[in-house]
C-alpha cells in the first residue's frame, strides 16, 4: 500500500464547510476500503465515514456526521474525499485518511495505512 496524504484542513466558523481530499497514488486505489477518522485534543480518535473499496458503494457515518458529511473517491484520481458542511465546534479535530486491504470496515484496527492528518477548526 501506498503513502496517503490529506489535504484541505483549515479554521472555519461554524457553519461553513470545507473538503478534505486524500490522495494516493498508484493503479491499486480502487482495490481498498477507505475511511475518514479524527481525533480531537483529549479525546480516543474515532470514526467519521467509510467507503467500500472499488466502486465505492457502500458507505457508512458516524451518527454525529450524517446528514451533513459525505465521502466519496475518484478511483481515476486516486483521491479519498469528505465534504462537509454545517460544520459545529465539536468538529474540531486533526481528520485522518486510511486504507485497508478489505472491501468495507468500520473497525479502526484494520486499516493498515494512515495519513498524517489535517487540522479542522471550528469556531462558534
Known amino acids: 500500500q501506498v503513502p496517503l496524504v490529506e489535504s484541505g484542513g483549515g479554521l472555519v466558523q461554524a457553519g461553513a464547510s470545507l473538503r478534505l481530499s486524500c490522495t494516493s497514488s498508484g493503479r491499486t486505489f480502487m482495490m481498498y476500503g477507505m475511511g475518514w477518522f479524527r481525533q480531537a485534543p483529549g479525546k480516543e480518535r474515532e470514526l467519521v465515514a467509510t467507503i467500500s473499496a472499488n466502486r465505492g458503494s457502500t458507505t457508512a457515518y458516524a451518527d454525529s456526521v450524517k446528514g451533513r458529511f459525505a465521502i466519496s473517491r475518484d478511483n481515476d484520481k486516486a483521491t479519498l474525499y469528505l465534504q462537509m458542511n454545517s460544520l459545529l465546534p465539536e468538529d474540531t479535530a486533526v481528520y485522518y485518511c486510511?486504507?485497508?486491504?478489505?472491501?468495507?470496515?468500520?473497525?479502526?484496527?484494520?486499516?493498515?495505512?494512515w495519513g498524517q492528518g489535517t487540522q479542522v477548526t471550528v469556531s462558534s
Open positions: 486510511a486504507s485497508g486491504v478489505f472491501f468495507d470496515s468500520q473497525d479502526a484496527r484494520q486499516y493498515t495505512v
